[in-house]
C-alpha cells in the first residue's frame, strides 16, 4: 500500500492512554494503515480518552468535527498551580485550598460564555510562532483571551483539596485555564465524549466508514448520474448534508470525496 493513501478511509474512535502525544498516536495509525491520517482536536500528552483519528480521504471532513462540543471530566487539584495548568510543570504557587462552600461560589461564574486566558503552553500562535515553544524558551508572553461556552459544569466530589468536574464545553476550551481561575491545576484530564461520540465506543481496530463519521448532519440519496455531476463540479450541495449514493458518502456542502 503506498504512503499517505486515500484507503481505508474513515473514522478510527480511539481511547488515547496518558503519555503520547497526539500526534503519536496519529502516526501510529499511519504507519499501520499506510493511509494519511490526522486529528480532529488534540489531547495534551498527560490527558486520556476520546480522539478522533480520520484516515484517508475521509481528512477532509475534520472541517466538520472540529468544532464539535467536547465532555471531560477532569480532578483539579486547589492546594497549588503550576507553570503549565498540569502535573507536568513545576510547582508555581501553593495555597490552601478552598472550602466547598468557597469552591462552589467560584463555580457559579462558570456558565455560558465565558472568557478565559490560553495557557502559555499551549499550540496558539504568537507572532508567528508556537506558544508552547516560546514558554519552554523561558519567554514571559502575554497570553490572550478566549471566550468558551460552558454549557455544564458539575462538581461530581470535593476531598483533601481536590475537586472533580464534569463539564460539557464549546471547541477549543482549555480545560487548564478553568483551573487557573480556580486556583489549581489538573491533575487528570479525561475526554469522554465529542459531539455524539463516546469514548465508550472507542475501538483502535474499527473504521468507521465515512457516511457515519458525521452523524449529526442529515443525509441525502443521489442517482449515479446526480453524484458523478457533483464529483465533476456540474451540481453543488445548497446546505450542509450527506449526499449518499448506494450507500457511500460523496460529498458534505463543497467537500468531495473520490
Known sequence: MPPRALEPSGLVLVDKPAGPSSFAVVKRLRDRTGARAGHAGTLDPFATGLLLVLLGSATRLAQYLVGLDKRYVTEIDLRSRTSTGDPE??????????????????????????????????????EGQRAYRRFRAGEDVEMPYRTSTIHELALDRYEDGVATLELLVSSGTYVRAIADVLGGHCRSLRRTAVGPFSVDDADEERILPPAEALPFLPAIDLSPDEADAIRTGRRRLEQPVRAMCEG???AVDGTVLP
Open 89 to 126: 510543570g513545576e510547582t508555581a504557587e501553593e495555597q490552601v485550598p478552598p472550602s466547598e462552600e468557597e469552591l462552589r461560589q467560584a463555580l457559579d461564574p462558570l456558565d455560558g460564555e465565558v472568557a478565559l486566558r490560553v495557557p502559555a503552553a499551549s499550540a496558539i500562535s504568537i
Open 248 to 250: 457511500r458518502l460523496v
